[in-house]
């Protein structure tokens, strides 16, 4: 858990460092613009997006799945798998400097790479859709957000498959089209013949994106 989230730490901390070099670059080549025309520096009405997310997941029922897989080996570190990476497209309609909305679809992966007495691997993978409202903060360069909204998934893991409802919710920064935030998502994806057996992709991570 501490690597992963001195993992976020490092990304996150180099983002800001690259976005803000790149903003100082903006402030200097526009200095010029009309002070009238500022608000036209930070967001557009409409945009199509990429992103990339890295987030921590502790599902009960595929560790314990793994673990009893494994139970007659001896394997190096843990058998849990608790690293899910994933990316997307989305679009985002901003029609206020206050509020917007932003629509997409992500694919996702979780693998565990099993070392020891014996070699193998498992692997959690699966799709969405998510709509979520954003609340924005906005400065002359940068704003704060906030969002949050419904997530549908499918999901599959082994031998499972199951399709459900969840919920996602952000906290970050836009800096000129470009995202930084933490994302919280809440989503229990039941197997569709084992309603018992949860495929959980709860947990915090963070998210990359960039609006073009």
């Known amino acids: 858990m501490k690597k992963i989230i001195f993992l976020f730490l490092f990304i996150f901390t180099g983002m800001v460092f690259s976005i803000s070099a790149q903003d100082n670059e903006m402030e200097n080549e526009e200095e010029d613009i009309d002070f009238e025309n500022e608000d036209e ?7 199509f997006g990429i992103n990339v997310d890295l987030q921590y997941i502790n599902s009960s029922d ?3 799945y793994i ?3 494994l139970s007659g ?3 190096t ?4 798998l608790f690293l899910l990476i994933e990316t997307g497209i989305n679009f985002r309609i901003r029609p206020l ?3 917007g909305v932003r629509m997409g679809g992500e694919a996702y992966i979780a693998p565990k790479i099993v070392r020891g007495d014996v070699a193998g691997s498992f692997f959690l993978y699966g799709g ?3 709509a979520v409202g954003v609340f924005y903060i906005p400065f002359r360069k940068a704003s704060i957000l906030f969002g949050a909204g419904p997530e549908f998934h499918l999901t ?8 459900g409802l969840g919920f996602r919710g952000e906290v970050g920064v836009d800096f000129c089209n470009k995202e930084i935030s933490i994302l919280v998502r809440v989503a229990h994806i039941k197997d569709k013949d084992d309603s018992n057996f949860d495929m959980s992709l709860t947990g915090v991570g963070l998210r990359v994106g960039f609006f073009f």
């Open 156 to 163: 599959t893991f082994e031998e499972y498959f199951g399709c």
């Open 97 to 99: 400097k206050f509020f």
């Open 128 to 130: 969405s859709l998510y």
């Open 41 to 47: 520096l930070y967001y557009d009405f409409f945009n």
């Open 77 to 80: 570190g843990s058998t849990n």
């Open 73 to 75: 080996y001896s394997v």
């Open 62 to 64: 595929i560790n314990n």
């Open 67 to 69: 673990a009893d897989q």
